[in-house]
């Protein structure tokens, strides 16, 4: 069973900070490209921020500059550190992993960017 697990959400003022997480087995984690999508109403979800298991990245354009992705290897996390804010940030924020061409997704975390 594929279990991914995030935390870290929250509201936060524009131009603040915030800091996601995602936990899995380890297992998953070390043979996994990992990363981070998010969703908001009506439309679809789009990719963030993806880290291989040798740390390479790709950040999405309106997120290059302002966000970090990080793997924890003792801890079998992901982190996506999220600088500058802004109000069209806010979305619900989802874990991906791809096994064997089947797309596993966290239950999300919102993050809220408004003053």
């Known amino acids: 069973q594929v279990q991914l697990v995030e935390s870290g959400g929250g509201l936060v003022q524009p131009g603040g900070s915030l800091r996601l997480s995602c936990a899995t087995s380890r297992s998953i984690f070390r043979s996994s490209v990992m990363a981070w999508y998010r969703q908001v109403p009506g439309k679809q979800r789009e990719l963030v921020a993806r880290?291989?298991?040798?740390?390479?990245?790709f950040y999405t354009d309106s997120m290059k500059g302002r966000s970090t992705i990080s793997r924890d290897n003792a801890r079998n996390m992901v982190h996506l550190q999220m600088n500058s804010l802004k109000s069209e940030d806010t979305a619900v924020y989802y874990c991906?992993?791809?096994?064997?061409?089947?797309?596993?997704w966290g239950r999300g975390t919102q993050v809220t960017v408004s003053s």
């Open positions: 991906h992993v791809r096994l064997s061409s089947t797309d596993y």
């Open positions: 880290i291989t298991n040798s740390s390479s990245t």
